[in-house]
C-alpha cells in the first residue's frame, strides 16, 4: 500500500482510505449486514489502508458505530469524522464530538473535520477554537476541513489545520480551479472524496439513466428529478460524454472502470489521498488493484479531454450539490 504523511505535521497514512457512507443502511445506499461492513474494514486493514472515514450523519450514526465495531482493539487504524457547525454552541460540538467518541468506541478522534465552511466567519472562528480546545484535552488529534474554497481558506487557513477534504473526480475537477492549489500552498494534505462519482464511474453504468434515481442528487443531472438539491437546468449532456468517452478509454486501454477512474485521481499531484467507498470485500479488492495501474501521459490527456465540456459547465463552483454553492 502507497502511504503518505497528510500535510506537513499530520500522521503517515494509506493513500487510500476507505469512505463508511455506504455502510448508512439508508435509502441512497440500501441495507447492508453489519457483519459485511466490518469485513470489509478487516480486510482493508490486511491490505494495508489505515485511514477510515465517517460521519455522525451518515444513517443516524450507524456509520460511526459499524466502525467503531469493526476497529475494537486495533489502535493502528486512523479515524477521520467530521460534523456541520452552523448553528452549533461550543456545547453542541462538544456533545456531538463525545458522542461520535462513544459511537467509535474511542478515546480520541484521529481527524476531526470541519464538513462544510459558513457563511459566518465568527461562527467558523468559535468552532475552530472549541476544537482545538478538544484537541487539548485530548479528544482530538489532529484538525482538518472539507469543502474549504478558495475564500474559505484564506479565512481560516492559519489555523493548525492537516487537511482538506474535497470532491473529486473525472466527473468533478472544478477543485483544480485554485482550490486543490491554495490547500498545497498552506501545507494542507488534499483528500479527494467521489473519486468513482458515487459508483457512476465503476463500469456499471454505460448511461446516465441506468444510473440510479435516488443517486441522481448533484448538478449533474436536471432538477426535475427529485432526488437533486439545486434548482437548475444541470449538466446531463455533458456528463453523458464525460460518461461514455470514460467508458470508452476504459474499454479500449483494457483498464477497469474502478482502476482508470481511482488511477486518474492518485495520479494528480495535487492528490494524496482518495476517499473511496467499498460494500463488499470484492469491490475492495477492486479498489486495491489501482495500485498495480499506471497511466500514461497519452491516456490522461484522453480523459482530460473527455471530461472537459463537462468541467467548463461546473464553472467555479466546487458544490456539487447546489446552484448557489456553500463554497467560496
Known sequence: MQMVRLGKQGPVVSRLSIGTWTFAGDALWSSIEEKQCIEVIHAAMDAGVNLFDSAPNYGGGRSE????????????????????????????????????????????IDLMQIHWPTESKSELDAAFDTLADLRSAGKIRYLGVCNFGRRDLQDHGGRDLISNQLPYSLMWRVVENGIAEKSKALGLGVIAYSPLQQGLLSGKYQSIAQFPENRKQTRHFSSTWAATRHKGPGMEAETKICLEGFNAISFETGIAPTNL??????????????????????????????????????????????????????????????????VH
Do not use: C
Not at 66 to 90: E, I, M, N, Y
Open 65 to 108: 458505530r459499524v466502525l467503531g465495531l469493526a476497529l475494537q482493539g486495533r489502535q493502528d487504524a486512523l479515524v477521520a469524522t467530521k460534523f456541520k457547525v452552523d448553528g452549533k454552541s461550543p456545547a453542541d460540538l462538544v456533545r456531538m464530538v463525545e458522542e461520535s467518541l462513544q459511537r467509535l468506541g474511542r478515546e480520541a
Open 261 to 326: 477512474a481511482l488511477a486518474y485521481v492518485l495520479q494528480r499531484p495535487f492528490i494524496d489521498v482518495a476517499l473511496a467507498g467499498a460494500r463488499s470485500v470484492a469491490q475492495l479488492e477492486e479498489l486495491l488493484k489501482t495500485f498495480t495501474v499506471e497511466l500514461d501521459e497519452t491516456v490522461v490527456n484522453r480523459l482530460d479531454m473527455v471530461s472537459a465540456s463537462l468541467l467548463q459547465a461546473a464553472g467555479d463552483n466546487p458544490d456539487m450539490y447546489q446552484t448557489i454553492g456553500r
